[in-house]
């Protein structure tokens, strides 16, 4: 399963489940950051620091990305400001296989706003430079979305 991680004015990769796990330097049982969840899962935002490469960090200065977009194979959509992200983790493993429920990866962020924002079944992640997307998260099926954005925008 390829999913497609792009970062607004720099890289557009296609990378698999185990490219991205092979990459991120911080694993973790979900379950330490969300309650009754399960399985293996990296940290978001110290993996885009070793996506990203050399001087980004964690995506915390001020040329950082300004929010992350995540797309599902069903068109749901979620788009979350940085700042909400410093829990974020991607579930890739369940019992030591993958997962069942969310194939290929899911989202969850711990500290966001909304539930709704634990994209199941990942196949596309923008980090962007966007300061128009707003300081509130945003979630729901692709065009749906696209009509709040443009209401949000006014
Ligand atoms: N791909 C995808 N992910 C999704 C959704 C969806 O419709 N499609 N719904 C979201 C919403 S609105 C909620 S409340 C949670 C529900 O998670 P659950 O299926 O584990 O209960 O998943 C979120 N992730
Ligand atoms: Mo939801």
Redesign the pocket.
């Known amino acids: 399963m390829a999913i497609r991680v792009r970062e607004d004015g720099g890289k557009d990769m296609t990378c698999s489940v185990e490219d991205l796990v092979g990459q991120a330097p911080r694993h973790i049982n979900l379950e330490e950051r969300v309650r009754k969840a399960r399985g293996r899962a990296f940290d978001l935002r110290s993996w885009y620091a070793v996506w990203a490469g050399e001087g980004q960090g964690e995506g915390e200065g001020a040329d950082g990305p300004t929010h992350l977009i995540v797309e599902?194979?069903?068109?749901?959509q979620?788009i979350i400001p940085w700042h909400e992200l410093d829990m974020a983790s991607i579930l890739y493993e369940q019992d030591g296989k993958p997962l069942q429920?969310?194939f290929p990866i899911?989202?969850y962020v711990p500290n966001g706003s909304?539930?709704?924002?634990?994209?199941?079944?990942?196949v596309d992640i923008r980090f962007a430079r966007d300061k128009q997307l707003g300081e509130a998260a945003t979630?729901?099926?692709k065009n749906e979305v696209t009509l709040e954005q443009l209401r949000y925008k006014g």
């Not at 909304?114 to 990942?122: E, Q, T």
């Open positions: 599902a194979e069903d068109e749901f979620a429920k969310g899911r989202l909304s539930a709704c924002l634990n994209v199941k079944s990942v979630y729901g099926y």
